[in-house]
């Protein structure tokens, strides 16, 4: 273990898993989680609420989805395949929570909504971008083999499906936090306990909860 993870901090170096593609453009978060099942107070269960209204008919029976399909769908780490401005839409944590309680631990894709891609990080989700180009071949390539574990590489910025390697790209910051744990907001007040109850202690209004 290292001195970052004794710390509190989980550092996020990358991800392997089992792909699932979602083809479209604009997908927003109306569609990632519909605004009907917000109101929950916790994101408990909402996995399987992710897509419901493109992955289930009217009565609730599953219809034809990349999600619904067993060659799509497996024990472990999902990593999601995406094209133009996934996450679109509200500002909703719900999207991201959805999908990473559903399975997902990374995505790739041409491009994210930008408060959807800083709620990911927030989860420790990281979500590579490729090119236009990548993400057609790369679609298309885990549709053939689905049984092909997909890796997302956070130190190399890199995307491994078989032997293909793509290039990917990642905002330096959103990176750093990764590589650092510091993604993870409550494991750094953790291993800043110390510092968190010295400046409690300082302070009048919270003299009786620095312990």
């Known amino acids: 273990m290292t001195e970052t993870e004794k710390s509190g901090l989980r550092p996020v170096t990358g991800v392997t898993g089992h792909p699932v593609p979602l083809r479209g453009n604009d997908i927003d978060t109306d569609r990632i989680i519909p605004a009907r099942f917000m109101t929950a107070i916790t994101f408990d269960g909402m996995g399987e609420l992710a897509f419901y209204d493109v992955r289930f008919d009217a009565d609730g029976n599953e219809v034809e989805h990349p999600m619904n399909d067993p060659k799509h769908r497996a024990k ?60 057609e071949k790369l679609m298309a390539a885990v549709e053939q083999e ?4 997909l890796a997302v590489d956070v130190e190399k910025n890199e995307v491994r499906h078989g032997e293909t390697v793509y290039s990917g790209t990642m905002p330096a910051s959103a990176r750093e936090q990764f590589l650092s744990g510091n993604w993870d907001a409550t494991g750094a007040l953790l291993s800043a306990l110390p510092e968190v109850r010295s400046t409690a202690a300082k302070l009048p209004y919270t003299r009786g909860f620095a312990g």
Do not use: Y
Not at 109 to 128: H, K, M, Q, R, W
Not at 146 to 149: D, E, G, K, V, Y
């Open 76 to 135: 472990g780490p999902q990593v999601a395949v995406v094209n133009k401005n996934f996450g679109c839409g509200s500002s909703r944590e719900h999207a991201p929570q959805a999908m990473h309680r559903w399975g997902v631990h990374a995505i790739v894709g041409e491009s994210f909504a930008d408060i959807f891609f800083g709620n990911c990080v927030a989860l420790g989700i990281p979500c590579l971008t490729l090119d236009a180009a990548d993400i």
């Open 146 to 149: 689905p049984a092909q574990s």
